[in-house]
């Protein structure tokens, strides 16, 4: 199950940064979403899935899909301009990022957790990452930054519609008067 | 869990991977928030998958958090890619350079 979701959502990867248009680049990312999703069942974070598939997928591909038809008609991307980064050294980069990164997860001591903490055992540990745990964490221990998140929220809402105002020509009259 | 831990891990690293590519190398604005999202999606897999090896909860709190900031990060992107897009007529990160020294 692992491998699957895992080369489905690699293939989607490429495909977000491959597609030329904009549609594709946000279809291949609701596919790595959803591949995501699962991974999270597969790791025991049931709510963490759900959230990812009505939030991730729902709202925020949505939005994007929005927004790309509301620029319906833009141009494609033209020649590059001389001021950034070459993309094959861009994309060399990052390659040997990844080598470093992988290379640190195929060491030793990767993904082990550290001695001392008292770690899963297996199928016999308790249900773990239920709604209910993550329930009494958040409304628990995560109270104030829970609180915190709800003014972000509030932040993105304010902000969101003070830039979708349309501005008025500088000549014009007022706010108040007719647009 | 059956798949061990570092499996996860390197998916999430290899998407993460493929997040800056786009981010480095696409100069559609929208492509460029998309990768970004990949990065984001990927960071999120690692910390599930932190939190399981060590049965902590907090890992998930953490993408909670995550989920809700980059909630809030694209929808303010967007409006400003409007913006952009109706002051300039283009979605070219290139030709947005008022800043440029």
Redesign the interface.
């Known amino acids: 199950m692992?491998g699957i979701t895992?080369a489905l959502?690699?293939a989607g990867?490429?495909g977000?940064?491959a597609?030329r248009r904009?549609v594709h680049?946000?279809l291949a990312?609701l596919l790595?979403?959803l591949s995501?999703a699962v991974?999270?069942l597969?790791?025991?974070?049931q709510?963490?899935a759900v959230?990812?598939v009505i939030?991730?997928a729902g709202?925020?591909v949505v939005?994007?899909i929005f927004?790309?038809m509301?620029?319906a008609g833009?141009?494609?991307?033209?020649p590059?301009?001389g001021?950034?980064?070459p993309?094959p050294l861009?994309?060399a980069?990052?390659?040997l990022?990844?080598v470093g990164?992988?290379a640190v997860?195929?060491g030793p001591r990767?993904?082990?957790?550290p001695a001392g903490?008292?770690?899963?055992a297996g199928a016999a540990?308790p249900p773990?990452?239920t709604i209910q745990?993550?329930g009494r964490?958040?409304f628990g221990r995560?109270l104030l930054?829970f609180e915190a998140?709800s003014v972000?929220?509030l932040?993105?809402?304010i902000?969101?519609v003070a830039?979708?105002k349309?501005l008025p020509p500088p000549d014009a009259p007022a706010p108040g008067g007719p647009r | 869990?059956?798949?061990?831990?570092?499996?996860?891990?390197?998916?999430s690293?290899?998407?993460?991977?493929?997040?800056?590519?786009?981010v480095?190398?696409?100069?559609?604005v929208?492509?460029v928030?998309?990768?970004i999202?990949?990065m984001l999606?990927a960071v999120?897999?690692t910390l599930?998958?932190f939190?399981?090896?060590?049965?902590s909860?907090?890992g998930?709190?953490l993408?909670?958090?995550v989920?809700?900031?980059?909630?809030?990060e694209?929808?303010?992107g967007?409006?400003?890619?409007?913006?952009i897009?109706?002051s300039r007529?283009?979605?070219?990160i290139?030709d947005v350079?008022l800043l440029?020294g």
């Not at chain 1, 833009?74 to 033209?78: I, K, L, M, S, T």
């Not at chain 2, 690293?13 to 786009?22: Q, W």
């Not at chain 2, 480095?24 to 559609?28: A, D, E, G, I």
């Open positions: 692992f895992a959502a690699l990867g490429v977000v940064i597609c904009p680049s946000a990312l790595v979403l995501l991974d999270y597969l790791l025991d974070a709510f963490i959230l990812q939030i991730y709202a925020i939005l994007f927004i790309v509301l620029l833009h141009r494609g991307e033209g590059g301009a001021a950034r980064l993309a861009a994309v980069l990052c390659l990022f990844a990164v992988l997860l195929a990767a993904g082990r957790p903490t008292p770690g899963v540990a773990f990452g745990d993550v964490a958040l995560y930054p998140a972000v929220l932040v993105g809402v902000g969101a830039l979708g349309r | 869990m059956s798949v061990p831990a570092p499996f996860y891990l390197g998916l690293a290899l998407l993460f991977v493929l997040g800056m590519i786009g480095l190398v696409r100069r559609s929208l492509i928030f998309m990768s999202e990949l999606n999120n897999l599930v998958t939190g399981r090896t060590l049965g909860v907090d998930q709190i993408v909670i958090f989920l809700v900031v980059a909630a809030v694209v929808v303010i967007l409006a400003i890619i409007v913006d897009f109706r007529d283009t979605v070219d290139d350079d440029r």
